[in-house]
DNA sequence: GCGCAACATCGAACGTTGTTCTATCGTATC
DNA sequence: GATACGATAGAACAACGTTCGATGTTGCGC
């Protein structure tokens, strides 16, 4: 059983030089390669040291990438107690949301866990109560500010996850600009028939040159627009 | 290069029994024990072949499962076609969102690849141009409606891969039942401090015995009432 | 009926992954 | 100096995706 045996101290660190870069090293692999180049080969080679030492730091990979993206969301969660203060809650509530987007947006893998991670502790468990916090300057009951906070992570999440993916090879090779690779796109959905598909045919311009920001700050703006709908204001 | 072998019939296809075969397979396993299930040796054993052989079918893992998502996406769209018709495009929007959402949630290996799938095509792709089509209806100008149904998809898709995660073990084996999970929860927010964390506490009632589908439907209303807003209708 | 090409299958092997086992340092403390 | 413990590391294991080479199986021109 893993639980018996001995661990780093957790709630209060000593010295723990190593806890910091491993995990500082292996967001660096995280974020120069994605997801997949996070090996525990690759990560003890990085820092120098032998592959089985990491496992005395954490018990799996599951582990070293949950206290990985507590780790960043750290520093999300500093960006966005100093933004706070506005005002107006809902426009709080934007600045928050866009803090986050930003931060998961430039890493995929950051998304793809966030998600997974069932357990709502640590760093993730502060962020949704700032957001939640806000909903309370709002005249809504529990249930509806417990409904909000969650939707808008949604949004940010769901939003950042899609459009955060890692592009295809040949963007990422430079061989193929982001606006040549939309247009190819475009290309073939001209192409499909105007009577089957006269949506893809209307939003097709917008798609073409279209900036993922501006999609998010949009699907933003219609829940934020609801909420404060329902909040009367 | 892996484009030049000779492969099976892609658009017409021909007897393929096997094909069908391999897919539905593939969707069976993800089904009964999620996405670390499918490998290619389990698949083989339940085709009662060779492990080599479904290479013959699909060239990599992720060709297999874009192929799967395909395949239960074929059978949501049916659904989904054969629910709109109604007077409001809103009531459409809003049926065949939580008609995605019920498919998703069950299956959250769907969740997780769809927003992998960078590439809008197939049934995907038809998807996107039924939920777009009922915003021809509402009166929005093209970028509105390219932003509106993507802000659709993102709801029900962000949504539905937070909640419909893979319950922990303890509450598959049936020893710890959902309301007692839920209610460990409870417990643990309940006993933060108050000054520090006034939104838990002001939601940890609404969390408990909560319902995922609820918390959806709140988030979805929160969208489609700022795009009613939007339309001015 | 024959032969050849394409379809389709399969066992064995390769390289890489997460993980475990076991042995070994270094350093305080008695 | 002996001991216990924090910390490290090499070697091995099982499982994974994938490739290779060989072998059936079918369809069709002659």
Chains 1, 2 share one sequence.
Do not use: C
């Amino acid at each position: 059983m893993a639980g018996t045996r001995s661990r780093p101290p957790e709630g209060r660190r000593r010295a723990s030089h190593s806890m910091e870069a491993v995990l500082t090293e292996a967001v660096a692999l995280l974020d120069e390669a994605g997801e997949p180049a996070l090996t525990f080969r690759a990560l003890a080679s990085r820092l120098g040291g032998g592959v089985a030492s990491i496992y005395w730091y954490v018990a799996s990979k599951d582990e070293l990438l949950d206290r990985a993206t507590d780790h960043v969301l750290g520093g999300v969660l500093t960006a966005i107690e100093s933004q706070t203060g506005s005002d107006d809650p809902i426009d709080d509530l934007r600045v928050m949301a866009v803090t986050l987007f930003d931060a998961i947006v430039v890493r995929p893998w950051l998304a793809a866990y966030f998600m997974r991670n069932t357990d709502l502790q640590g760093n993730s468990l502060r962020l949704y109560e700032q957001l939640g916090q806000q909903t309370l300057r709002l005249d809504l009951t529990p249930r509806q500010r417990f409904h909000a906070a969650s939707a808008i992570i949604s949004v940010v999440v769901g939003t950042a996850a899609d459009l955060g993916q890692e592009p295809p090879p040949e963007v990422l090779d430079g061989t193929v600009g982001r606006d040549e690779y939309l247009g190819q796109w475009a290309e073939r959905w001209r192409r499909l028939d105007p009577e089957e598909f006269p949506f893809m045919h209307e939003i097709v311009d917008e798609f073409e040159g279209h900036d993922d920001k501006d999609q998010f700050l949009a699907g933003l703006e219609l829940t934020l627009a609801g909420l404060r709908l329902q909040a009367g204001a």
